[in-house]
C-alpha cells in the first residue's frame, strides 16, 4: 500500500513553494518505511496519514463543526493501515455524512502538514484533500458524535476558525478546475 499511497501523492500538482516543500517532505517520510497510519488513538504514531473530502456544490463548500478540534474543518477521516486515502474518503463520508462519496477530480487537490490543535493536539497530520460532490439543496444527515453541526459556506465567506490550508485549497481548486 505504501507504493499506492506514494503514487497518489506524486500525482498532486503543487501550486506553490510551500506545497512543493510539502510533498518532498512527506516522500522522503513515506520513503523512510515510518508507519504512515494511526494505530493507536488518539496520536500513535504522532505523525500519521487523514484523508480531507471537502464536499463542493459550485461555490459552496460544507465545513463541519469538529468535536476534536474545536475548528469547522472539511469532513475527513484517519486512513486504517491497509487502506488507500481514496478508500478513507469514501468509508469516511459514509460514517459521517451518511452519503456515497462521489469524487469531482481523478486526483488529489493538495497535501498539507498540519499540527493538530484542540482536544487531541499534538501531532501532525499529514492530509491528502479530495473534491467530492455535494448537494446543499439537501439536508445533510451527520455523526453528532463527531459534529456538533454541519453548513455551507460560499467560497469568499470561510470562517476564521478553520484549518489552516483551507484558504489555500479553496484557492488552487477555483483556479485550476472549471465549476
Request: charged share 30%.
Amino acid at each position: 500500500m505504501r507504493d499506492k499511497i506514494r503514487e497518489e501523492v506524486v500525482l498532486i500538482e503543487p501550486i506553490d513553494d510551500l506545497e512543493r516543500e510539502t510533498i518532498s517532505n512527506i516522500l522522503i517520510w513515506i520513503d523512510s518505511g515510518a508507519e504512515l497510519c494511526r494505530i493507536d488513538k488518539p496520536a500513535t504514531p504522532d505523525k500519521h496519514l487523514v484523508s480531507y473530502f471537502v464536499v463542493l456544490d459550485g461555490e459552496y463548500i460544507l465545513l463541519v463543526d469538529h468535536i476534536n478540534a474545536e475548528k469547522w474543518l472539511p469532513t475527513g477521516g484517519h486512513v486504517e493501515p491497509g487502506e488507500h486515502p481514496r478508500e478513507t474518503a469514501t468509508r469516511e463520508c459514509l460514517e459521517e455524512l451518511y452519503f456515497e462519496c462521489e469524487f469531482l477530480l481523478k486526483t488529489p487537490i493538495l497535501i498539507t502538514s498540519t499540527e493538530t490543535v484542540g482536544k487531541t493536539s499534538g501531532h501532525t497530520d499529514i492530509s491528502i484533500w479530495y473534491a467530492i460532490k455535494g448537494n446543499k439543496s439537501l439536508q445533510v444527515e451527520f455523526d453528532p458524535g463527531e459534529f456538533y453541526a454541519v453548513k455551507w459556506f460560499h467560497k469568499d465567506n470561510l470562517p476564521g476558525n478553520t484549518d489552516p490550508h483551507l484558504y489555500r485549497f479553496v484557492k488552487k481548486y477555483y483556479e485550476t478546475n472549471i465549476t
